[in-house]
């Protein structure tokens, strides 16, 4: 296998990333044979490619769903990704809170104290480009979708301070949901939990 092969290589066309996953290098991944070297570079193709998983050409979803399904699952992919520091760590932690953001978007309480929160202060610091006006089920999730986009876009770092920022307001929200249904007394807790997972996602090693 050559360096060439080795090295992820990614175009634009339109909003779609017309990026290239090497069947050899998830063979060798599946085999459990592959080396440091192609570990990683299959680690940071996925990391590129995976917040396009929507607009994948079929052959090259089949290739990730392949990856998926041998790591068990997303949340598998997703430990794996986060092994590899750099790129994949970021998406791979970016990830645990876009997956949360949708489970609680619809939830009565969290719409509630989100909203009650914006009474106060409409657009917290660093989300005014991102919150839409009115406060409803689709609030967080429309968050949830930028963090992807700019991943997407290459934009890790400010993947990065939106998904902080938005941990920020949800240390608020978490506390007056808990206030509002008991079961949610935990979401704090898993809040704080994702703030040290951002924080550190860019620590080498």
Known sequence: MTDEELTPTTER???????????????????GDADRREDVALADAVATVLPWHAELPPEM???????????GGDDGLLRWLDEHPGLPRVVARAYHLVKFLDEISGVSAV???LRELRERNPYPPGLEPYLPPDTDSGSLSSIAQH???????????DAVALSLATIEMLTAVARRAAQRDPELRGLGEY???????????RAPG
């Open 13 to 31: 066309d339109g909003p779609v990333s017309v990026f290239r996953l090497e069947p050899e290098l998830i063979d060798a991944v599946v085999r």
């Open 61 to 71: 979803a089949g290739h990730l769903t392949r990856l998926i399904r041998y790591f």
């Open 111 to 113: 719409v509630t104290a």
């Open 147 to 157: 963090i992807e986009s700019l991943l997407g876009d290459g934009r890790d770092g």
């Open 191 to 201: 809040v704080e939990q994702l703030r040290r997972e951002i924080e550190g996602a």
